[in-house]
C-alpha cells in the first residue's frame, strides 16, 4: 500500500507495529524511498526511530493516508480506540487526513461499539469532578479513572491527563460531539463517521 515519496500517518499498538516494521523492510530492501511517518505517541515515535525510518511532524504536513489499530469495530466502520492512550494525538491524525486504513483482527468487530471496551476520555485533571458529573448526565453507567500496574495513582497522558473508562448502555452516533461539548474533556476514544477503510490482518 505504501508508495516512494508519501507523508504515512502511523498509529500505535501491537497492530500498527507490525505495519510501520513492514514498511521499514521494504525501506531497506531498497522497494521504498523518500517515506517519512507522522507518529501519534511517544511509542510509535521510538519504534519509527528505531527502525531507522524518518519521522515527519502534523504540524508541517499532513499525510497521504494513515494506518492505524483499534479496540473495537462496529458494522459501520465506528470505532472506539485509546486503550494505549493516545487517542488525542490519533485523533488528530484522523482528523487530517482523508484515506484511513485500520488494521484489526477479526476479534475487533462487534455488533455494537461498548461491547468488550470502554470508551476512554481524555479530561483535564482538575476538570475531572465536572466532567465525570457531564458523563454521567449523557449516560454512562459506570466511570472509572484509569490507573496502571507498577504505578501508584491514575494513568497519565502523554498531555498530562487522566483517562476515564466509561461504559455506556447504547452509544448513539452523537455520542462522540456530546462528550467533546464537556468542559475540562480533551477528547474520546469514539471515532464515529470517519469511514475507515477496515482490513481483517
Known amino acids: 500500500m505504501a508508495q516512494s515519496g508519501q507523508v504515512i500517518g502511523a498509529g500505535s499498538g501491537s497492530t500498527a507495529f507490525l505495519a510501520v516494521r513492514a514498511i521499514a523492510s521494504r525501506v531497506r530492501h531498497g522497494e521504498l524511498h523518500d517515506i517519512r511517518l507522522i507518529p501519534t505517541s511517544i511509542e510509535s515515535e521510538l519504534t519509527i526511530t528505531g527502525l531507522g525510518l524518518v519521522q515527519a511532524d502534523l504540524a508541517e504536513v499532513a499525510p497521504d493516508w494513515l494506518f492505524d489499530g483499534a479496540d473495537e469495530v462496529d458494522p459501520d466502520g465506528n470505532l472506539i480506540k485509546g486503550r494505549g492512550g493516545a487517542l488525542f ?26 461491547t468488550s471496551f ?12 465536572v466532567a465525570t458529573a457531564s458523563l454521567k448526565s449523557l449516560g454512562a453507567t459506570e466511570i472509572v479513572i484509569r490507573t496502571g500496574s507498577g504505578k501508584d495513582g491514575p494513568v497519565l497522558t502523554e498531555q498530562g491527563n487522566l483517562l476515564v473508562d466509561c461504559r455506556f ?4 452516533d452523537s455520542l462522540e460531539d456530546e462528550i467533546n461539548l464537556i468542559t475540562g474533556v480533551l477528547d474520546s476514544g469514539l471515532f464515529q463517521n470517519y469511514a475507515p477503510e477496515i482490513i481483517e490482518a
Open 169 to 172: 448502555e447504547t452509544i448513539e
Open 118 to 129: 470502554a470508551v476512554p476520555v481524555e479530561v483535564v485533571p482538575r476538570a475531572a469532578s
Open 89 to 114: 494525538r490519533e485523533k488528530l491524525l484522523f482528523s487530517a487526513c482523508q484515506l484511513r486504513r485500520v488494521l484489526i483482527d477479526p476479534s475487533k468487530r462487534v455488533d455494537r461499539l461498548g
